[in-house]
């Protein structure tokens, strides 16, 4: 067996956390148009900027697709580098992996209700 060189290690690591992150940010992207303004209006933020926002409509599905892609491989990369990590290395850490795996499922969810919410706010109205 060969070892891999503790830089290859950072890499995938950081790669992981990166996707999460990239997920994340296109998930609050994707919602900005529906979600994110209702989100805001319950946590008692108002204004007339709020209305802005629904100038993102028209991106959404891209903002799903990349987001979905980067979730994908995010989780893909976090469970390709637990077999890479060494021991006492940042990615063995559980308390990182978790963080990341944190992030991931709440961009998952965030991106699911973005693209789920068309379909399910005539039901409630």
């Known amino acids: 067996m060969s070892e891999r060189s503790p830089v290859v290690i950072a890499r995938t690591s950081q790669s992981a956390l990166s996707l999460a992150v990239g997920g994340l940010a296109a998930g609050l992207l994707a ?4 979600i994110l303004p209702l989100a805001l209006a319950l946590a008692g933020v108002s204004g007339a900027w709020i209305g802005n926002l629904t100038a993102l409509s028209p991106y959404q599905p891209y903002f799903i697709g990349f987001a979905a892609a980067s979730i994908g491989l995010g989780f893909w990369r976090l469970r390709r580098s637990e077999a890479a990590c060494l021991p006492g290395s940042l990615c063995a850490s559980p308390a990182y992996r978790r963080s990341i795996q944190l992030i991931l499922w ?4 965030l991106v699911a209700s973005a693209a789920t919410v068309d379909v399910l706010a005539p039901l409630f109205i």
């Open 106 to 109: 709440g961009a998952s969810l």
């Open 31 to 34: 919602s900005a148009c529906c």
